[in-house]
């Protein structure tokens, strides 16, 4: 026997963002998919933080860290400052914290 899905089906597909908005949401949960990523977006949700003190923390060398900061800075997860010749980098909203916040909260529980 069949169900009837037609009013349900209705009021999800009105709801339904585009397959192009739908895609970049679906690569923004691949960029949070690299553990080397998430490190760098977990120390820098503590407090900002320049490329030098990120690869110490990490034991990874500037060129690895500053390649993973492009890809964030991308996706506009991570933003930065320059002070004189450092650049300090920090998550770029509240919105990425709360990402990473409810993610682990997710985990823990």
Same mark, same amino acid.
């Given at each position: 026997?069949?169900?009837?899905?037609?009013?349900?089906?209705?009021?999800?597909?009105?709801?339904?963002?585009?397959?192009?908005?739908?895609?970049?949401?679906?690569?923004?949960?691949?960029?949070?998919?690299?553990?080397?990523?998430? %490190?760098?977006? @977990?120390?820098?949700?503590? /407090? +900002?933080?320049?490329?030098?003190? #990120? *690869?110490?923390?990490?034991?990874?060398?500037?060129?690895?860290?500053?390649?993973?900061?492009?890809?964030?800075?991308?996706?506009?997860?991570?933003?930065?400052?320059?002070?004189? %010749?450092?650049? @300090?980098?920090?998550?770029? /909203? +509240?919105?990425?914290?709360?990402? #990473? *916040?409810?993610?682990?909260?997710?985990?823990?529980?």
């Amino acid at each position: 026997m069949a169900h009837d899905h037609s009013t349900l089906l209705e009021h999800i597909r009105q709801d339904m963002p585009t397959d192009e908005l739908l895609q970049d949401l679906g690569d923004l949960f691949k960029i949070f998919g690299d553990t080397t990523r998430i %490190k760098i977006m @977990y120390a820098l949700y503590e /407090d +900002e933080m320049c490329v030098c003190a #990120i *690869a110490e923390l990490l034991g990874m060398t500037q060129s690895a860290i500053s390649h993973q900061l492009k890809t964030l800075k991308s996706a506009n997860l991570v933003a930065s400052r320059r002070s004189g %010749k450092t650049i @300090y980098y920090h998550l770029s /909203d +509240e919105h990425v914290k709360s990402i #990473i *916040a409810q993610g682990y909260e997710h985990l823990t529980e």
